[in-house]
C-alpha cells in the first residue's frame, strides 16, 4: 500500500530510471558500428571509465551482499574479501590496464575473446569460441544475480510480487542497454557510481543515529563472540566464534585474483581514449573501492545495531542481504525530506545492479553475435545488421537470466562468488600470461581456460565439500591449475610465430 513515504521513494526511482534510460536513447545515435556499440568507439575519459569500471565491478554485492554477511558474521569475512579485492582491483590498473590497451589496439580487438585469437594467432578462432562459451556460463548466472536483486529490493520494501519487481527492472536494464550499448552503459556507471556512494554515507550516519550513537554500535558489536575480530567469525545461530585461520584469510584474499580476467572491467581499459591517462584512472578506483567497501561493511554492523535498537527486526540468511533496504526503509518514516532521500539510497542499490547488469549483458551478447555468430560461424552481415543482433542478443540473455532469477531466496554473494572465480580463473591466467609471457603460445591458452574452468565446479562441488585444507575458495586452486597448464602446454608444444612475437615486442616497447 503505497503512503506518502513510499510515493516519495517511487518519485525518486522514477526520475532516476527516465535519467538512465534517456541517456540510452541519447547514446544510440551514436552506435553506428560494432566498435561503437561494444566500445563506445574507444573515447570514454578518464574519470568516466574509473568509476564505470569499478560501478560495474561492485553491483548489487557492495550494498547487499557484503553489509549482508557483516551483518550476520562480523567483519572477518567481509573484511578479508574487501582487502583481496582492493589489492586485485590496484594491481589490474597497475599492471594489466594500459597493456591491454595498447594491445587490443594493436591488433584490432573489441572484444576478450577476440583479443584471445589475435594475440595468439588463432586463425581457426578456436579460443574465440572456447572464450565466447565461458562468458556465457558465467555471465547468465551473474546477470541473474543483479535480476534477483532488484526483485529483493522492492519485494521487501513495497511487498511487490519478487518476480513482477525482477521482470520490470530487467526490462528497465534491457532499454537502455540495447539502445545505447556500451557508451550508455558506461555514462550511466559513471552516474551510478555518484548516486551508490551517496547511498553508501547517508545510509552509514543515519544508521548510526538510529541505533543510539556510534558508541552504542560498538558497544552492541563487542558483545557479540568474534564479531570485530580478524581472526575470528561470529555464528549469529550459535552466538558464539569460530576461528578463521590462514588458510581461510589466504582463500579468502584470493578473490582480488578474479580482477584478471573479468571481461566488463578490461572493456573499460579498452576503451579509455588516451591509455596515459589510466594513472588517473588507477588512483580515482582504488580511492573509490576503498572507502566504499569500508563503509559497506560497517553498515552491516551498524544495522545489527539498530536491530538491537528496535529499528528493523532480526535478518536471517539471505534476508540479511536487505539491510540497507530496511534501513531505507526506517529513514521514509522521518518525513517528506527523509523519504526522498531514502528515495536515493534505493536508487543507488539500483544503480549499484544496473551498472553491473548492462555491462555482463553486453559482454553477453558480444560474445554470441561477434565472437560466434560472425567470427566462428562467419555469418555475413553489414555493421547495420550486426549492432541489430548485438541488441537481439541482448534481449536474448536477459530473458534467460530473468528466468534463472525466478527463486527469491537466491543469495546475491553467492552467486556473484560463483561467477567471479570462474571468470578468474578461466580468463585471468591467459591475460597475464598473453600479456607478459611471449612464449604462450594458442595452445597453451587453450589448455588454461579450460583447466581454470573445468577446475571451478571440481572443486566447488567436489573437492570443497570434503572440508577442513579443502575448504579454499575454488578461484585459487583453479587460478593455479590453469598456470600450471599454460606453462606446461605451451613450453610442450610449437613455439608462437615471428610474427606474433614481433607483434609482442612492438607492444612491450611503447
Not at 591491454?100 to 585469437?117: D, K
Not at 581457426?124 to 532488484?150: E, K, M, Q
Not at 560472425?374 to 547495420?384: R, T
Not at 572465480?421 to 588454461?448: C, D, E, I, S
Request: glycine residues 10%; positive net charge; proline residues 3%.
Amino acid at each position: 500500500m503505497l503512503n506518502s513515504a513510499n510515493i516519495c521513494i517511487v518519485i525518486t526511482i522514477l526520475v532516476y530510471l527516465i535519467v538512465v534510460v534517456g541517456i540510452g536513447v541519447a547514446c544510440s545515435r551514436r552506435n553506428r558500428t560494432t566498435d561503437d556499440f561494444y566500445l563506445g568507439g574507444r573515447k570514454l575519459g578518464p574519470l568516466v571509465t574509473a568509476m564505470s569500471a569499478e560501478a560495474s565491478d561492485m553491483s548489487s554485492w557492495l550494498l547487499m551482499g557484503l553489509p549482508g554477511v557483516a551483518y550476520l558474521s562480523g567483519v572477518a569475512d567481509a573484511g578479508w574479501t574487501a582487502i583481496g579485492l582492493a589489492a586485485g582491483t590496484y594491481l589490474n590498473w597497475l599492471i594489466v590496464a594500459r597493456r591491454i590497451r595498447l594491445y587490443t589496439h594493436r591488433v584490432g580487438a573489441i572484444t576478450i575473446p577476440e583479443f584471445f585469437s589475435k594475440r595468439f594467432g588463432d586463425e581457426r578462432r578456436i579460443l574465440t569460441g572456447i572464450a565466447a562459451v565461458v562468458i556465457l556460463i558465467f555471465f547468465i548466472p551473474y546477470t541473474a544475480s543483479g535480476f534477483a536483486a532488484c526483485g529483493k529490493l522492492f519485494n521487501s520494501l513495497f511487498g511487490i510480487d519478487y518476480v513482477g519487481a525482477m521482470v520490470v527492472s530487467g526490462i528497465i536494464i534491457v532499454a537502455y542497454t540495447t539502445l545505447g550499448g556500451f557508451l550508455a552503459a558506461s555514462t550511466t556507471d559513471f552516474i551510478q557510481s555518484i548516486v551508490m556512494t551517496i547511498a553508501l554515507f547517508v545510509m552509514v550516519l543515519f544508521g548510526i543515529r538510529a541505533a543510539g550513537g556510534l558508541d552504542v554500535v560498538m558497544d552492541n558489536a563487542r558483545a557479540l563472540p568474534g564479531y570485530l575480530s580478524m581472526t575470528l567469525s561470529h555464528d549469529m545461530a550459535a552466538n558464539a566464534a569460530n576461528p578463521y585461520g590462514f588458510i581461510t584469510i589466504v582463500s579468502t584474499l584470493a578473490w582480488g585474483l578474479g580482477y584478471f580476467g573479468m571481461p566488463h572491467i578490461l572493456l573499460r581499459f579498452m576503451a579509455i581514449e588516451d591509455e596515459r591517462k589510466l594513472k588517473l584512472s588507477r588512483r580515482v578506483a582504488s580511492i573509490w573501492v576503498v572507502i566504499s567497501m569500508a563503509v559497506a561493511i560497517f553498515i552491516g554492523i551498524v544495522g545489527y545495531g539498530v536491530t538491537k535498537a528496535g529499528g528493523i527486526g532480526f535478518l536471517e540468511g539471505s534476508a540479511s542481504e536487505t539491510v540497507i533496504v530496511r534501513l531505507a526503509g526506517l529513514l521514509s518514516t522521518y518525513g517528506i525530506p527523509a523519504a526522498l532521500l531514502a528515495g536515493v539510497v534505493l536508487a543507488g542499490i539500483l544503480a549499484s545492479t544496473m551498472s553491473t547488469s548492462d555491462s555482463q549483458l553486453l559482454a553477453a551478447a558480444s560474445s554470441v553475435s561477434q565472437n560466434l555468430m560472425s567470427e566462428c560461424f562467419q555469418v555475413k552481415m553489414n555493421e547495420k545488421k550486426k549492432v541489430t543482433a548485438a541488441r537481439l542478443t541482448v534481449v536474448g540473455i536477459a530473458l534467460i537470466a530473468m528466468f534463472m532469477a525466478r527463486n527469491p531466496d537466491s543469495s546475491v554473494f553467492g552467486i556473484v562468488s560463483f561467477a567471479w572465480a570462474g571468470f578468474g580463473a578461466a580468463f585471468g591466467p591467459v591475460v597475464l600470461f598473453g600479456l607478459f609471457w611471449k612464449r604462450t603460445n594458442w595452445q597453451g591458452a587453450l589448455a588454461g581456460m579450460v583447466s581454470g574452468g573445468v577446475m571451478i565446479f571440481v572443486w566447488k562441488y567436489l573437492v570443497r565439500p570434503l572440508g577442513g585444507v579443502w575448504n579454499i575458495y575454488e578461484l585459487l586452486p583453479a587460478f593455479l591449475v590453469a598456470c600450471v597448464f599454460i606453462v606446461a602446454v605451451s613450453l610442450a608444444t610449437t613455439a608462437p610465430k615471428q610474427e606474433i612475437v614481433d607483434t609482442f615486442n612492438d607492444v612491450k616497447s611503447l
